[in-house]
C-alpha cells in the first residue's frame, strides 16, 4: 500500500493534539481535527458549518474578531489570541490560537491553531491574586518584608514599611540593593555582612543591629532571614525585618533600675548584716538570738537578689535553645549539691545520652530543683532520685523528694491556674527561674505531690537533628 504525500498530511491533522480548524471569512468552520473531542468535547462534525462566533465567550468575541481582521489586512500574517471558547459539557475552555491568512488560494479562509491552556490561565490566576494578597499584606504591616537573590546583588521585592524603619527610599534600594549597608551603623556593618554571608550558605539566621542615621542610628532592627534551596542551591533569601526600638529601650531601662536597686539593696544589707553580727556577739542571749535571725534573714535577701539577677539575665538576653545532653547536665548538677550537701542521697535512672533542644542555663533549673529538695528536707536527710528518659519526641527530666507536698498555689501560679495577688505571690524566685528556663526551651513543667514527696518532670522537645 502507497501513502502519498496528502495521505499523510491527512493523518498527521486528525492526530495532532492542537486543535486545527479552517475558518471562512464569515467566521464559520470548514473543517476541524479530530483535537476538538478532547479538547472541547465536540466531535468535529458539530462544529463544521456553524459560526464560531455563538461559541466564544461574549467578553473575548471582539478580541478574536480584530485578530481575524488583523490577519486578513496584513499579508502574510499568523495573529494570536487568548479567548473562553464552549465546551460540550457546558463550561469554557481556555485557548490560545494562532490566526494564520494563507497569501495564495491554497485554502479559502483562516487556518486557526489552538491549544487548551485553562490549566496555565487558572496557574496565573492563581498567581496574580495571591501577589495581590501579598502586596495587601506586605502594604499594611509594620515590619519591612523583603526577597533578595542568594548573593544579594537583585532585590526582588521590599514592602514600603521599607522606607520608614531605614530612612532609605525604596528606589534607591533597588537601584544599588546592597545600599542598605549604608544606612547600618558603622559599628554593626561588619556583623551584619557575617549574617548576610552565612545566609547565602543556606543558613537560617537573625540579628539585631541600628540603623537609620536620619535618627543618629538609634533605631534597632531584629531580622530574620531563611534561605530558599531549590536543586541543592540557594536560590533566594527571604525575611523579615522588625523595629525593636521600644522593646531595646525598655530593656535598657530595666537593667539600669536592676542595676541601681541590687548596688543599694547589697550596700545597705551589709550594714545592717554588720551590725547584727556586732549584736549577736556582744548582747545577751534574747538579744542575740534577735540577731541571728536578721543576720539570717538578711543572707537569704542577698540570695534572693543573685537569684532574681540570673532571671533578669535569662529573660533579657533571650537564649536560642540548643541541643544539649541531659544526661551531663543532671551528672554536672547532681555533682554541684553533693559538694554543697555531702549528706544528700541522690539515685540517678540515665540512657547513655539524651540530647534535648534547651537554653543553655537549663543546668541552673535543674541544680534549682535538686538544692530546693535537700534544702526543704525537714528530718536532715535528703533522699532523692533523679532519672532522665528518652522518647520518641521528648527527654524527661524526673526529681523525686522526700519532702512534705509542694503546697498547691507555689505551682498554680506558675501555669497560670492561680492569679497573683497581693497577699500571696510565691514564697520564692527558685520556681520562677526553672519555669522561664523550661518555657524558653519550648518544653512544660509538671508537679506530683503526695506525702511521701514530690516529683517535678521537665519535658524538652528532643533534638532530632
Not at 535571725?293 to 534572693?304: A, K
Not at 539577677?309 to 536560642?320: A, S, Y
Amino acid at each position: 500500500m502507497t501513502v502519498t504525500i496528502d495521505d499523510l498530511a491527512s493523518i498527521l491533522l486528525e492526530h495532532a493534539r492542537d486543535k486545527l480548524a479552517v475558518v471562512d471569512e464569515t467566521g464559520t468552520y470548514l473543517y476541524v481535527n479530530e483535537a476538538s473531542r478532547s479538547i472541547l468535547g465536540y466531535e468535529p462534525d458539530e462544529l463544521v458549518g456553524e459560526s464560531t462566533r455563538k461559541y466564544i465567550h461574549p467578553d473575548d468575541r471582539q478580541a478574536v474578531a480584530d485578530r481575524f481582521e488583523q490577519a486578513g489586512t496584513t499579508g502574510v500574517s499568523s495573529e494570536s489570541v487568548r479567548y473562553r471558547h464552549a465546551s460540550q459539557h457546558g463550561g469554557w475552555v481556555w485557548l490560545e490560537s494562532r490566526i494564520t491568512d494563507l497569501p495564495d488560494d491554497t485554502l479559502e479562509g483562516y487556518v486557526v491553531s489552538s491549544r487548551d491552556i485553562s490549566e496555565q490561565v487558572a496557574a496565573e490566576r492563581d498567581r496574580r491574586d495571591a501577589e495581590s494578597r501579598l502586596q495587601t499584606i506586605a502594604g499594611t504591616v509594620g515590619d519591612v518584608l523583603w526577597m533578595f537573590n542568594a548573593d544579594w546583588n537583585e532585590l526582588l521585592f521590599v514592602n514600603p514599611a521599607y522606607e520608614d524603619v531605614f530612612g532609605q527610599s525604596v528606589d534607591a534600594l533597588e537601584a544599588d540593593p546592597q545600599s542598605f549597608l549604608d544606612v547600618v551603623h558603622p559599628d554593626d556593618v561588619s556583623r551584619v555582612r557575617d549574617v548576610m554571608r552565612r545566609a547565602s550558605a543556606g543558613e537560617s539566621v537573625d540579628v539585631e543591629y541600628r540603623v537609620n542615621p536620619d535618627t543618629d542610628y538609634s533605631r534597632w532592627v531584629w531580622v530574620r532571614s531563611e534561605a530558599i534551596v531549590e536543586d541543592g542551591e540557594v536560590d533566594r533569601i527571604v525575611g523579615f525585618t522588625r523595629d525593636v526600638t521600644n522593646r531595646r529601650r525598655r530593656e535598657r531601662q530595666l537593667a539600669i533600675m536592676d542595676k541601681l536597686l541590687r548596688h543599694n539593696l547589697r550596700n545597705d544589707l551589709s550594714v545592717i548584716l554588720g551590725h547584727a553580727e556586732c549584736i549577736a556577739r556582744e548582747a545577751d542571749d534574747p538579744s542575740r538570738e534577735r540577731a541571728e535571725i536578721i543576720y539570717q534573714q538578711g543572707e537569704e535577701l542577698l540570695e534572693t537578689a543573685a537569684k532574681q539577677r540570673e532571671i533578669i539575665e535569662l529573660l533579657m538576653e533571650g537564649p536560642v535553645p540548643v541541643p544539649i545532653d541531659f544526661v551531663q547536665v543532671t551528672t554536672d548538677a547532681i555533682e554541684t549539691i553533693r559538694d554543697q550537701y555531702p549528706n544528700a542521697s541522690i539515685e540517678t535512672t540515665c540512657p547513655d545520652a539524651a540530647t534535648a533542644l534547651a537554653v543553655p542555663e537549663v543546668e541552673l533549673a535543674v541544680v534549682e530543683l535538686l538544692e530546693n529538695a535537700v534544702r526543704h528536707e525537714p528530718r536532715g536527710v535528703p533522699n532523692l532520685s533523679v532519672s532522665v528518659r528518652l522518647r520518641p519526641e521528648t527527654v524527661t527530666v524526673a526529681i523525686r523528694d522526700n519532702c512534705p507536698p509542694i503546697p498547691e498555689i507555689e505551682f498554680r501560679i506558675l501555669t497560670g491556674d492561680w492569679k497573683m495577688n497581693d497577699v500571696y505571690h510565691t514564697s520564692g524566685l527558685g520556681l520562677w527561674l526553672v519555669y522561664w528556663v523550661v518555657d524558653l526551651s519550648d518544653g512544660h513543667i509538671a508537679f506530683d505531690r503526695s506525702e511521701a514527696g514530690n516529683t517535678i518532670t521537665l519535658t524538652l522537645p528532643r533534638d532530632q537533628s
